[in-house]
Nanobody, 125 residues
Framework: VQLQASGGGLVQAGGSLRLSCEAS?????????MGWFRQAPGREREFVVA????????AYADFVNGRFRLSRDNVKNTVHLQMNSLKPEDTAVYYC??????????????????WGQGTQVTVSS
């Protein structure tokens, strides 16, 4: 499956952005666990959020603290990450990823076989 991420940009602290990730060329979106990871300059890539293939379970990293919401549209083969109350420390390249329904290790990037190209999110103070 090919993933195309979009929606990044520059926003002031406290603002919002909505990232999107469109899947194509593979099985239907409901076949995959979908996740978002991010990588800030000089840091390792880290887990942000994942949703299971059924769309009824979502797991967020602790730092999200209720500020982000992941949703999926199986008809449009797209997932959306709504990010509110953004902080300068949220500045990073955000990547969407897919795996074949693995949920137990959803925060492990090694289990994701398909990755989008990344979209830059910059939060100014």
């Amino acid at each position: 499956v090919q993933l195309q991420a979009s929606g990044g940009g520059l926003v002031q602290a406290g603002g919002s952005l909505r990232l999107s990730c469109e899947a194509s060329g593979g099985r239907a979106l409901r076949s995959y666990t979908m996740g978002w990871f991010r990588q800030a300059p000089g840091r390792e890539r880290e887990f942000v959020v994942a949703m299971n293939r059924y769309g009824d379970s979502t797991a967020y990293a602790d730092f999200v603290n209720g500020r982000f919401r992941l949703s999926r549209d199986n008809v449009k083969n797209t997932v959306h990450l709504q990010m509110n109350s953004l902080k300068p420390e949220d500045t990073a390249v955000y990547y969407c990823a897919a795996n074949n329904g693995v949920w137990s290790a959803r925060d492990q990037e090694s289990l994701y076989h398909s990755w989008g190209q990344g979209t830059q999110v910059t939060v100014s103070s």
